[in-house]
T-cell receptor
Framework: RKEVEQDPGPFNVPEGATVAFNCTYS??????FFWYRQDCRKEPKLLMS???SGNEDGRFTAQLNRASQYISLLIRDSKLSDSATYLC???????????FGRGTSLIVHP | NAGVTQTPKFRVLKTGQSMTLLCAQD?????MYWYRQDPGMGLRLIHY???????AKGEVPDGYNVSRLKKQNFLLGLESAAPSQTSVYFC??????????????FGPGTRLLVL
């Protein structure tokens, strides 16, 4: 079982839709969680960190469920510009190495 | 503040040739990483460094060597390129928080084609 798993998608949604992605992780000692966004042929960029209390930034909401070992990303009122691959990243305490999921592809169409 | 830069942006090699990819960061970050990204495979860690003069192997280190002689630079070397090393290479840097890395900042990538 991979340490960090994501549904690769693609999630194909119309503009204005609400879409949610989940990411599961296997290491219960994980302590840092992030969502990155990667546009086609570009580098990954931090979208948001995920805190135990959840995190909201405009149309984006990230949540952490430690008991079930998953994090989620909710995108409200999807825009065409939200089309990208969303990468889940998890780091365990004392590790120098973040673990990346393979990403979830989102396509927002008119 | 340029962030993380990578040189070159694109390169074509013949099998057996060697080359060095340069990564530079101006954020005074302790940690630096080299990844490769292939279709359907996600990001795979090649080598990483937790400080000047230190390097360590990642998930897919074979065929690559690295050096971190200066804190701001992390070099990735291919001694004898193979077609299987055709990929997009990303460098990243981050700073430690509570014993682990915080946000990673990525360079724009180097696209390598080995014929």
């Amino acid at each position: 079982r991979k340490e960090v798993e994501q549904d690769p998608g693609p999630f194909n949604v119309p503009e204005g839709a609400t879409v949610a992605f989940n990411c599961t992780y296997s290491n219960s000692a994980s302590q840092s969680f992030f969502w990155y966004r990667q546009d086609c042929r570009k580098e990954p960029k931090l979208l948001m960190s995920v805190y135990s209390s959840g995190n909201e930034d405009g149309r984006f909401t990230a949540q952490l469920n430690r008991a079930s070992q998953y994090i989620s990303l909710l995108i409200r009122d999807s825009k065409l510009s939200d089309s990208a691959t969303y990468l889940c990243v998890v780091t365990s305490g004392g590790s120098y190495i973040p673990t990346f999921g393979r990403g979830t592809s989102l396509i927002v169409h008119p | 503040n340029a962030g993380v830069t990578q040189t070159p942006k694109f390169r074509v090699l013949k099998t057996g040739q060697s080359m060095t990819l340069l990564c530079a960061q101006d954020m005074n970050h302790e940690y630096m990483y080299w990844y490769r990204q292939d279709p359907g495979m996600g990001l795979r860690l090649i080598h990483y460094s937790v400080g000047e003069g230190t390097t360590a192997k990642g998930e897919v280190p074979d065929g690559y060597n690295v050096s971190r002689l200066k804190k701001q630079n992390f070099l990735l070397g291919l001694e004898s390129a193979a077609p299987s090393q055709t990929s997009v290479y990303f460098c990243a840097s981050s700073y430690p928080v509570a014993g682990g890395p915080e946000t990673q900042y990525f360079g724009p990538g180097t696209r390598l084609l080995v014929l």
